[in-house]
T-cell receptor
Framework: GAVVSQHPSWVICKSGTSVKIECRSLDFQATTMFWYRQFPKQSLMLMATSNEGSKATYEQGVEKDKFLINHASLTLSTLTVTSAHPEDSSFYIC??????????FGSGTRLTVV | GESVGLHLPTLSVQEGDNSIINCAYSNSASDYFIWYKQESGKGPQFIIDIRSNMDKRQGQRVTVLLNKTVKHLSLQIAATQPGDSAVYFCAENKYGGSQGNLIFGKGTKLSVKP
């Protein structure tokens, strides 16, 4: 079946630094990737949608200059949290879809900003 | 029984009993629905899906029921096992699952007592 690999699974960074999270589709071409954020005991909230080779579309209230999304190839999308602050601490999850491949989720990245 | 916590409703069941998890979806235009299981610290795992032209679909030990009239979805798990303990989310899509993002429901935490 379809596999999406997300890396790292957890990261701790200092306030003010940037962190990059990678999401790779291992066995299919991901024409669209989605990035979600999940706070404890809450549901997944969509942050942005990215199509390969295009600029990401951000949901209302999500700062595009803070959460940089790059989807330069059909197998890789990255989310960079710039100038991270403690309130950015969360669980970030990517999802990918492709031709004949439904929504497949990565294993998530736990970001802690100290 | 079922209780509503600060953010996440919880359903406690005895091992071997059947579980029913409910979801009220938001968009009457949604025509594709998925149930996901999420274990602590992991990404969502696909359980079963259903399209709006059906009202019932069965998988291994799981059944999804769809009532479009009242915008209600349920997941039935037969002979619940300790390994079923997790948070369960319903998700909806209005493009038949062929494009666009998924919108997630609030989630229900299932706790299975041995």
């Amino acid at each position: 079946g379809a596999v999406v690999s997300q890396h790292p699974s957890w990261v701790i960074c200092k306030s003010g630094t940037s962190v990059k999270i990678e999401c790779r589709s291992l066995d299919f071409q991901a024409t669209t990737m989605f990035w979600y954020r999940q706070f404890p005991k809450q549901s997944l909230m969509l942050m942005a949608t990215s199509n390969e080779g295009s600029k990401a579309t951000y949901e209302q209230g999500v700062e595009k200059d803070k959460f940089l999304i790059n989807h330069a190839s059909l197998t890789l999308s990255t989310l960079t949290v710039t100038s991270a602050h403690p309130e950015d601490s969360s669980f970030y999850i990517c999802s990918a879809t492709g031709m004949n491949y439904g929504y497949t989720f990565g294993s998530g990245t736990r970001l802690t900003v100290v | 029984g079922e209780s509503v916590g600060l953010h996440l409703p919880t359903l406690s069941v005895q091992e071997g009993d059947n579980s029913i998890i409910n979801c009220a979806y938001s968009n009457s235009a949604s025509d594709y629905f998925i149930w996901y299981k999420q274990e602590s610290g992991k990404g969502p795992q696909f359980i079963i899906d259903i399209r709006s032209n059906m009202d019932k679909r069965q998988g291994q030990r799981v059944t999804v029921l769809l009532n479009k009239t009242v915008k209600h979805l349920s997941l039935q798990i037969a002979a619940t096992q300790p390994g079923d303990s997790a948070v369960y989310f319903c998700a909806e899509n209005k493009y038949g699952g062929s494009q666009g993002n998924l919108i997630f429901g609030k989630g229900t935490k299932l706790s299975v007592k041995p």
